[in-house]
């Protein structure tokens, strides 16, 4: 399974993408984890990759994904073509609008408001990536609860621990509901 | 070499824990792991972060981390150190490696054991700057003027970055020369899961002491023994042509003849010893297609080679781990019974020139440059346009 978080510098995409690839190595699973890393890269474009799979893992940089979750317009229009088929899109939908003309054919696409979530549930706008990825782990079933708890506990600014991890349950509580229906 | 009090209880508490981390502070691990007493360093993209963890973890272990100057300054430092008998090392990338050029043919003249990590990036010059590339093989080969060899190792993943370092350092100590590790920014910079060994399973290499103590550049052995500063010899080290107690002696040519025969011997006769590759073969052992890869490229080689064998092909692998000296016996072996080998390389060829060189079957070079690693996809379609 191959994820890209992507969306502006400073919003914790690369947390994201790090939380995720550890919770998939505490589980005992195979895990890569890579960001974008570059002078471009500060303010502007920001990308996380994990890759988790139960054997080796041979694809460094993949070029296709099966998830994209993209919290920025560019990130969604640069990055949504490389959706595999059958793929799933995750949007915050208060931060790109949509274009069904640019997704692949056949894609799962899910769209919640994870920033209005962040700052009118929890005052913080920046935790917009905890409600997305406790939202996208439930939704994909990727690694236990328990283990991004963990990872999240361990990498999250002193303090804020219960704040992030609130809004990771926030995400998981979407999912399950959106699940139900 | 012993283990100090406070390094053994570092490892201790480290032995057996499972970390998520970077190639690079895989590597910072696997330096403490070593014995490494002293880093000195200049950070840069993408080898910063093995400075920063060795500046937070090396102290807790008893070593020293000093930020210096610039490069030139970083690898003085460590070749002055490691004459008082410390393990030292530096980390820097591409535009580091060039500066230090100079001192590394030092180095090897001096016979000084070292450590030099080169996460490479993508150049000549500032090129793409924070982006992978294998471009230094042939410059970790010859990168310094006059004649010599070198030994450098190229890891595949970040589990790898930690576990070689602990050969280079003891390849550093017991052939008294130094030891490059020969990193990528793709491996430096990928998280994945590195398990640190556990202490009962750690060696260090003795560093052979000079009998007399002033006899430190020559005697019957090809790798002579060292006398380190402020045990109580006279010890005299030049980069000038030198006779076996040190003392400079440029003008007879027997002196450098047998002096510069003997630093090229002590690793080219020791080749076996110190080669290390991994063979993956078909098994119905019919081959006729092979890849070789090292590095960044050899995990998409590897994919691909099991991709294509899923496809029913045959194809054999090997891995270089070892880079120099080069491994040429494993090579022309692999290559012995194969109608053609493919080479994927993220530089222009440098290493299937050298193969070339050895081999009879036609080798394909599947280079690939602009800072971004093959994919399994990539190679899998040079294997099948091979077949």
Known sequence: MIIRFAGFGGQGIVLSSYVLGLSAALDGKKALQNQAYGSESRGGECRGDVIISDEEIYELEPLK????????????????????????LILDR?????????????ITKHAISATDIAFKKFGRKIIANMVLLGYLNTLLNLVSEKALAEAIAKNVPRGTEELNQNACQHGIDLARQEMKV | MAIEANRKEYLRRLGGKKYFILGDEACAYGAIYAGCDFFAGYPITPATEIAELIALELPKAGGICIQMEDELASIAAIIGAAWT????????????????????GY??????????????????STGQATKPAQGDVMQARWGTHGDHDIIALAPHSAQECLDLMLDCFNLADIYRTPVILLMDGEIGHIRESVTMPELSTITHAERKLAQPAEDIFGGPELVPGITHYGEGANVHVTGSTHLANGMRDVATPEVHDVLLRRIYRKIADNREQIVRTELDKDTDGKAKIGVIAYGAASRPAHGAVGRARNNGNAVDFLRLITIWPFARTQVVEFC????????????????????????????????????????????????????
């Open chain 1, 65 to 88: 994904y099966d998830v994209l979750v993209a919290m920025n317009q560019p990130a969604y229009e640069k990055f949504v073509p490389l959706i595999k088929p059958n793929g799933t």
């Open chain 1, 94 to 106: 208060d931060l790109v609008v949509a274009d069904s003309a640019q997704e692949p054919e056949g």
């Open chain 2, 85 to 104: 008998g410390a393990r030292t090392m530096t980390a820097t990338s591409g535009p580091g490696f060039s500066l230090m050029q100079e001192n590394i």
């Open chain 2, 107 to 124: 180095a090897i003249m001096t016979e000084t054991p070292c450590v030099i990590v080169n996460v490479q990036r993508s150049g000549p």
């Open chain 2, 336 to 387: 012995r019974d194969l109608d053609v080998l493919l080479v994927p390389e993220m530089n222009l060829g440098q290493i299937s020139r050298e193969i070339e060189r050895f081999v009879n079957c036609r080798v394909v070079s599947v280079s690939k440059i602009g800072g971004v690693p093959h994919t399994v996809e990539e190679i899998l379609t040079a294997i099948e346009e091979a077949v």
